[in-house]
Protein backbone atom coordinates (compact mmCIF):
# COMPACT_ATOMS: atom_id res chain seq x y z
CA UNK A 1 0.00 0.00 0.00
CA UNK A 2 1.36 3.52 -0.62
CA UNK A 3 -0.07 7.02 -0.89
CA UNK A 4 2.26 9.89 -2.85
CA UNK A 5 0.81 13.13 -3.54
CA UNK A 6 1.65 16.32 -5.48
CA UNK A 7 0.48 19.53 -3.77
CA UNK A 8 1.64 21.80 -6.78
CA UNK A 9 5.08 22.32 -5.52
CA UNK A 10 6.20 19.37 -3.43
CA UNK A 11 5.85 15.95 -4.20
CA UNK A 12 5.49 13.27 -0.83
CA UNK A 13 5.53 9.31 -0.12
CA UNK A 14 5.04 7.45 2.46
CA UNK A 15 8.21 5.19 3.43
CA UNK A 16 6.77 2.22 3.84
CA UNK A 17 7.47 -1.17 2.33
CA UNK A 18 5.22 -4.32 2.89
CA UNK A 19 6.47 -8.21 0.69
CA UNK A 20 4.38 -10.76 -0.01
CA UNK A 21 5.22 -12.43 2.97
CA UNK A 22 4.57 -9.43 5.26
CA UNK A 23 8.27 -8.33 6.09
CA UNK A 24 8.81 -4.45 6.17
CA UNK A 25 11.28 -2.58 5.33
CA UNK A 26 11.44 1.26 4.17
CA UNK A 27 11.65 2.27 0.25
CA UNK A 28 12.10 5.15 -2.02
CA UNK A 29 9.10 5.97 -3.14
CA UNK A 30 10.14 9.59 -4.99
CA UNK A 31 12.98 10.70 -7.47
CA UNK A 32 14.47 13.39 -8.81
CA UNK A 33 15.53 12.75 -12.53
CA UNK A 34 18.49 14.76 -13.88
CA UNK A 35 18.10 14.84 -17.57
CA UNK A 36 21.07 15.55 -19.57
CA UNK A 37 20.83 17.97 -22.21
CA UNK A 38 17.29 19.42 -21.06
CA UNK A 39 16.70 21.55 -18.32
CA UNK A 40 13.70 20.71 -16.89
CA UNK A 41 12.86 19.69 -13.47
CA UNK A 42 11.57 16.08 -13.13
CA UNK A 43 10.12 14.29 -10.16
CA UNK A 44 8.76 10.73 -10.52
CA UNK A 45 7.23 8.72 -7.95
CA UNK A 46 5.62 4.89 -7.80
CA UNK A 47 3.26 2.94 -6.08
CA UNK A 48 2.88 -0.88 -6.26
CA UNK A 49 4.74 -3.78 -6.79
CA UNK A 50 8.20 -2.08 -5.74
CA UNK A 51 10.19 -4.16 -7.82
CA UNK A 52 8.41 -2.73 -11.12
CA UNK A 53 8.42 0.43 -9.79
CA UNK A 54 12.48 0.43 -9.35
CA UNK A 55 12.87 -1.27 -12.38
CA UNK A 56 10.97 2.05 -14.14
CA UNK A 57 12.98 4.11 -12.37
CA UNK A 58 16.52 2.84 -13.31
CA UNK A 59 15.17 2.31 -17.18
CA UNK A 60 14.44 6.49 -16.66
CA UNK A 61 17.80 7.46 -14.83
CA UNK A 62 20.30 5.23 -17.44
CA UNK A 63 17.67 6.47 -20.54
CA UNK A 64 18.03 10.52 -19.32
CA UNK A 65 17.15 11.58 -22.97
CA UNK A 66 13.69 9.92 -22.64
CA UNK A 67 11.03 11.88 -23.00
CA UNK A 68 7.84 11.59 -20.62
CA UNK A 69 5.74 12.69 -23.52
CA UNK A 70 7.38 10.13 -26.45
CA UNK A 71 7.47 7.24 -23.32
CA UNK A 72 6.21 4.10 -24.36
CA UNK A 73 7.10 0.97 -21.83
CA UNK A 74 5.99 -1.58 -24.32
CA UNK A 75 9.88 -1.74 -24.96
CA UNK A 76 10.72 -2.65 -21.59
CA UNK A 77 11.08 -6.16 -20.99
CA UNK A 78 8.47 -7.81 -18.65
CA UNK A 79 7.52 -4.75 -17.56
CA UNK A 80 3.81 -4.57 -16.42
CA UNK A 81 2.70 -1.79 -16.42
CA UNK A 82 -0.88 -2.30 -14.82
CA UNK A 83 1.18 -3.76 -11.66
CA UNK A 84 1.71 -0.02 -10.70
CA UNK A 85 0.90 3.82 -10.12
CA UNK A 86 3.54 6.20 -11.07
CA UNK A 87 3.29 10.03 -11.67
CA UNK A 88 5.80 11.83 -13.13
CA UNK A 89 5.97 15.85 -12.55
CA UNK A 90 7.77 17.60 -14.87
CA UNK A 91 8.40 21.61 -14.91
CA UNK A 92 10.02 22.88 -18.32
CA UNK A 93 10.53 26.79 -16.84
CA UNK A 94 11.33 27.76 -13.06
CA UNK A 95 7.91 29.85 -13.84
CA UNK A 96 6.31 27.91 -15.39
CA UNK A 97 3.22 25.77 -14.22
CA UNK A 98 3.94 22.27 -13.69
CA UNK A 99 2.55 18.74 -15.84
CA UNK A 100 1.54 16.33 -14.48
CA UNK A 101 1.67 12.99 -16.18
CA UNK A 102 0.60 9.39 -15.36
CA UNK A 103 0.86 5.82 -16.35
CA UNK A 104 -1.80 4.84 -18.48
CA UNK A 105 -0.75 1.42 -19.41
CA UNK A 106 1.73 1.54 -21.29
CA UNK A 107 2.55 5.29 -21.81
CA UNK A 108 2.49 8.30 -19.85
CA UNK A 109 -0.43 10.60 -20.55
CA UNK A 110 -0.95 14.37 -19.24
CA UNK A 111 -3.25 15.21 -16.71
CA UNK A 112 -5.42 18.26 -16.72
CA UNK A 113 -3.79 20.79 -14.37
CA UNK A 114 -5.40 20.89 -10.94
CA UNK A 115 -3.76 22.04 -8.01
CA UNK A 116 -2.94 18.65 -6.57
CA UNK A 117 -2.70 15.05 -7.56
CA UNK A 118 -2.26 11.78 -5.65
CA UNK A 119 -1.60 7.65 -6.53
CA UNK A 120 -1.50 5.17 -4.68
CA UNK A 121 -3.97 3.02 -2.13
CA UNK A 122 -4.06 6.28 -0.10
CA UNK A 123 -4.85 8.71 -2.59
CA UNK A 124 -8.49 9.10 -1.90
CA UNK A 125 -7.54 10.70 1.74
CA UNK A 126 -4.45 12.56 0.31
CA UNK A 127 -6.70 14.38 -2.41
CA UNK A 128 -9.34 15.45 0.38
CA UNK A 129 -6.56 16.69 2.70
CA UNK A 130 -5.12 18.36 -0.48
CA UNK A 131 -8.98 19.67 -1.41
CA UNK A 132 -8.82 21.33 2.08
CA UNK A 133 -5.33 23.35 2.33
CA UNK A 134 -3.09 20.63 3.49
CA UNK A 135 0.22 20.43 1.41
CA UNK A 136 1.46 17.28 0.07
CA UNK A 137 3.45 16.15 2.84
CA UNK A 138 0.44 16.19 5.54
CA UNK A 139 -1.94 14.81 2.83
CA UNK A 140 0.29 11.48 2.79
CA UNK A 141 0.42 11.73 7.01
CA UNK A 142 -3.35 11.91 6.86
CA UNK A 143 -3.29 8.89 4.18
CA UNK A 144 -1.30 6.37 6.19
CA UNK A 145 -3.83 7.30 9.47
CA UNK A 146 -6.37 5.66 7.29
CA UNK A 147 -4.23 2.96 5.16
CA UNK A 148 -2.86 0.05 6.29
CA UNK A 149 0.55 -0.90 5.81
CA UNK A 150 1.08 2.76 4.98
CA UNK A 151 3.30 4.66 7.17
CA UNK A 152 6.17 7.32 7.29
CA UNK A 153 8.48 8.35 7.21
CA UNK A 154 7.51 11.10 4.44
CA UNK A 155 9.64 11.24 2.03
CA UNK A 156 9.89 14.94 0.13
CA UNK A 157 11.06 16.67 -3.08
CA UNK A 158 10.06 20.04 -4.20
CA UNK A 159 10.28 21.47 -7.35
CA UNK A 160 12.77 23.96 -6.05
CA UNK A 161 14.79 21.12 -5.10
CA UNK A 162 14.56 19.49 -8.56
CA UNK A 163 16.22 22.33 -10.12
CA UNK A 164 19.00 22.37 -8.01
CA UNK A 165 19.39 18.85 -8.84
CA UNK A 166 18.64 19.15 -12.33
CA UNK A 167 21.61 22.07 -12.45
CA UNK A 168 24.48 19.82 -11.20
Request: with cysteine; charged share 15%.
Amino acid sequence: MSCIAFDGVTVAAESLSVTSYGLTGRATKVWNLPRLGVHHANIVGGAGDYGRVTQLVRYLQANPHIAVDTLDLSALSGFNASDVSFMWIRQLQPDSPPEIWALDSPVMTLRPMRPFFAIGSGCDFATTAMYLGRSAEQAVLLACSFINNCDGPIQAISLKDAWAYSAI
